[in-house]
Structure formats: C-alpha cells, structure tokens
C-alpha cells in the first residue's frame, strides 16, 4: 500500500523560508522521478518542481532560483527548500511521482502572508 505523508508547511513572512519534507512507504523514490505539487485555493494542482533518479531536476519557471528539491534514498524522502518565498507561493504542497499516482497524500499547507 503506497503512502505519501508531507510535512513542514507552516506561516511565513514574505521573503521567508521553508523546508518541506516528504516520505513514502509502499514504493522507492530512488528509482522514480518525484515530484512536488502545489494547490493554491481555486486553481489547479500545478508541478512545482521534479527530480529524476539519477538526480536531475526541473523546476517551474515561477520558482527557479528560489526553490531547491532534493532527496535521500536512505530515507525514501524528497526535500523541497523554498527561499524567497511570495504570497503567491501560497498553497498547499504534495509530493507523487512524475507522472502522478492516483492517490495522494494529505498535503502541507504553505501560507506567505505578512
């Protein structure tokens, strides 16, 4: 059974960071690409960013060069660093595979707002 579990939303301040964190169990992140997702209120789920096997990744031109993902394949866990962050980043976060399971996890929220 495929479980994917997010964490590390919170509130920040324009300009603020955050770490995001997301575990899988039930299937290996080390040999799939993953990526991360965003769900701002009433607009589509969007991919934020994406990361390969061999350590490749893409990021959305809306935030390259703020946002890093990353992984640990001895914790089968996915990373997205978010600096510089905008109100506009505001949403809530997901981790799946690229291309995207059918389920998904519960999320973390993210709210940018001073």
């Known amino acids: 059974q495929v479980q994917l579990v997010e964490s590390g939303g919170g509130l920040v301040q324009p300009g603020g960071s955050l770490r995001l964190s997301c575990t899988a169990s039930?299937?290996?992140?080390?040999?799939?690409?993953v990526g991360w997702y965003r769900q701002a209120p009433g607009k589509q789920r969007e991919l934020v960013a994406r990361?390969?096997?061999?350590?490749?990744?893409y990021y959305a031109p809306s935030v390259k060069g703020r946002f890093t993902m990353s992984r640990d394949n001895a914790k089968n866990t996915v990373y997205l660093q978010m600096n510089s962050l905008k109100t506009e980043d505001t949403a809530v976060y997901y981790c799946?595979?690229?291309?995207?399971?059918?389920?998904w996890g519960q999320g973390t929220q993210v709210t940018v707002s001073s």
């Open positions: 799946n595979l690229f291309p995207s399971l059918g389920l």
């Open positions: 990361i390969t096997a061999s350590g490749s990744t």
């Open positions: 039930g299937i290996r992140f080390s040999v799939n690409v």
